[in-house]
């Protein structure tokens, strides 16, 4: 059981470039999210997704997307990386329940220069 | 709106000494709380959560919080600290369904020995 696992761990982008940030789970988890933790401001929601073909806002949604074809997967997509999307990436996952816990994936640190 | 405020970006305990980290949530309706704890260059892991049970939660390592809601608090303490105790520690809020999920700006622990 690999609990949440993310591809890469690091990545440096060119401002303008695109990318695909991986996230999967084998705990058979409906809800996924996304969040990125940037210094002093804590994580902040990005992108959630309650099951395959459902997804929705969080937080701070502009300039990312997201899809969920199968419950495992459930990567993020920055279209034009920006400086400003610099910051460390972390993907996690729980059962269906608001009070059921989220695990965390290790995180990937992003580099837009 | 949610929101939670982790009073004290930074606290300094002696190992053996009490640990006290504030937290403080805005909700309109009942809340889940939870406290996380994060080592470096490594995802979330849950210390403790409070889901409308029993006030004083009992969580790993020692930890434990009360849910006082006349307070809308919900510190988090631990009698003695050890030297791996040091960490940030993330305190989050959510309602309802989950789907939204917020994280207070976190509180970085150090242990002098």
Redesign the interface.
């Known amino acids: 059981n690999a609990g949440?696992t993310q591809t890469p761990k690091f990545q440096v982008l060119k401002t303008g470039q695109s990318m695909t940030l991986q996230c999967a789970q084998d705990m058979n988890h409906e809800?996924m999210?996304w969040?990125r933790q940037d210094p002093?401001?804590?994580?902040?929601?990005i992108h959630?997704s309650?099951g395959a073909g459902i997804t929705?806002q969080?937080?701070v949604p502009n300039g990312y997307n997201v899809s969920r074809s199968t419950t495992e997967d459930f990567p993020l997509r920055l279209l034009s990386a920006a400086p400003s999307q610099t910051s460390v990436y972390?993907c996690?996952s729980r059962k269906q329940?608001?009070?059921?816990?989220?695990y965390?994936?290790?995180?990937t640190r992003l580099t837009v220069l | 709106a949610q929101s939670v405020t982790q009073l004290g970006s930074h606290v300094s305990v002696s190992e053996g000494a009490l640990v006290l980290l504030r937290c403080n949530y805005s909700s309109s309706v009942p809340p889940y709380l939870f406290w996380y704890v994060q080592y470096p260059n490594q995802g979330l892991q849950l210390l403790l959560k409070y889901t409308s049970a029993a006030t004083l939660v009992k969580g790993i390592n020692g930890f434990e919080a009360e849910f006082k809601k006349s307070e809308t608090s919900f510190h988090l303490t631990k009698p003695s600290a050890h030297m791996s105790d040091a960490a940030e520690y993330f305190c989050a809020v959510t309602k309802g369904t989950g789907n939204q999920f917020y994280f207070g700006t976190g509180t970085s622990l150090t242990v002098i020995p």
Not at chain 1, 97 to 102: C, F, K, L, N, Y
Request: charged content about 15%; cysteine-free.
């Open positions: 949440v809800y999210s969040y002093g401001m804590g994580l902040r929601l959630y309650v929705d969080g937080e972390f996690a329940g608001a009070s059921d816990t989220q965390f994936g290790p995180g």
